[in-house]
């Protein structure tokens, strides 16, 4: 199923949710780590990666 996990893939990499008011950024994890991105809503800077959840 490659359409599936491109599909899986442009919904989770590169995504990070910000721990304040949960946003969703698309942004270079090296970017993140660095600090460089800022919530375009809060401007906080604490991010976490968006986890895949298996959802049942
Ligand atoms: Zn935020």
């Known amino acids: 199923?490659?359409?599936l996990e491109?599909?899986?893939?442009r919904l989770f990499v590169d995504i990070f949710v910000c721990?304040?008011?949960n946003t969703?950024?698309?942004a270079?994890?090296?970017?993140i780590?660095?600090?460089?991105?800022?919530?375009r809503k809060?401007?906080?800077n604490v991010f976490r990666a968006k986890k895949k959840?298996?959802?049942k």
């Open 33 to 39: 780590a660095e600090g460089k991105i800022k919530c």
């Open 6 to 9: 491109a599909a899986y893939k």
């Open 53 to 55: 959840k298996a959802t």
């Open 42 to 44: 809060c401007k906080g």
């Open 19 to 21: 721990r304040k008011c």
């Open 24 to 26: 969703k950024i698309r």
């Open 1 to 3: 199923m490659v359409k």
């Open 28 to 31: 270079n994890p090296r970017k």
